[in-house]
């Protein structure tokens, strides 16, 4: 079934780590993919932009249907293979609104991630700004707590006890707050969260390969 599917990827994206963990939760493993490195700009080479005139990972194909948005393509993994595999998106309202809320609220929080840990790949030196930096990071502080916050209420998973679609989105950004130093001893409801699904199967067969061939990450994040 997966045999029509092509996943075009790159290492360490949280985007293409959740299209991954929606196919590993969906048992659509065997799915044709291309690692590829964003290093030598391969994500801008004509295969992927014939999927993807951004020229951006991650980049999916089923059949003819094209989903190059993560969102998108995790959406519609669930709902074209709602009985096969774990479902992902709960029946009950309540669920389904703390749910739907988290997933997107998980775009703001990656947002202020990447604005802290990817400042000095984007702004060359001399253009740094102090002021820019220290709002950067209290941004990112404020979204800490308030994850700390949501997991305090619910447990365990993003919505209570199972695991839905907005564990797969938010579960790559939390696990990039590891590999870039967030002490886990300042925000404990996350590094619980963070300890248990990072051996979930789903999540433990998408790892990605260059973390696992450099275990050393980085420390940007120590003091936040
Ligand atoms: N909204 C997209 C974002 C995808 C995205 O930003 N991918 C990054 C890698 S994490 C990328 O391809 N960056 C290269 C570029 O934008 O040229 C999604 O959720 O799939």
């Given at each position: 079934m997966a045999e029509n599917m092509t996943l075009f990827w790159g290492s360490g994206s949280a985007p293409c780590w959740r299209v991954m963990i929606a196919l590993e939760e969906k048992n659509l493993q065997g799915y044709k993919q291309k690692l590829l490195s964003f290093e030598k700009l391969e994500h801008k080479s004509p295969d992927v932009l014939a999927v993807n005139p951004r020229g951006q990972l991650p980049s999916f194909k089923h059949g003819d249907n094209i989903l190059n948005e993560s969102y998108a393509a995790c959406f519609y993994l669930e709902n074209q293979?709602?009985?096969?595999?774990?479902?992902?998106?709960?029946?009950?309202p309540a669920e389904q609104a703390i749910m739907y809320q988290r997933m997107f609220e998980g775009l703001t929080f990656y947002d202020k991630l990447g604005a802290v840990i990817y400042h000095e790949y984007y702004v060359p030196e001399g253009e740094r700004l102090a002021s820019a930096i220290k709002r950067n990071c209290q941004n990112l502080i404020t979204e800490l707590q308030l994850w700390e916050g949501y997991l305090d209420k619910t447990g365990s998973h993003l919505v209570g006890s199972s695991f839905t679609l907005a564990d797969v989105m938010v579960f790559p950004t939390v696990a990039n707050l590891y590999r870039f130093g967030l002490s886990p001893e300042r925000y404990p409801k996350l590094a619980a969260y963070y300890a248990l699904l990072k051996d979930r199967p789903s999540i433990k067969a998408s790892w990605p390969p260059h973390w696992l061939e450099y275990p050393k990450g980085q420390d940007t994040l120590k003091d936040i």
């Open positions: 293979f709602k009985s096969q595999g774990s479902k992902l998106i709960p029946d009950g």
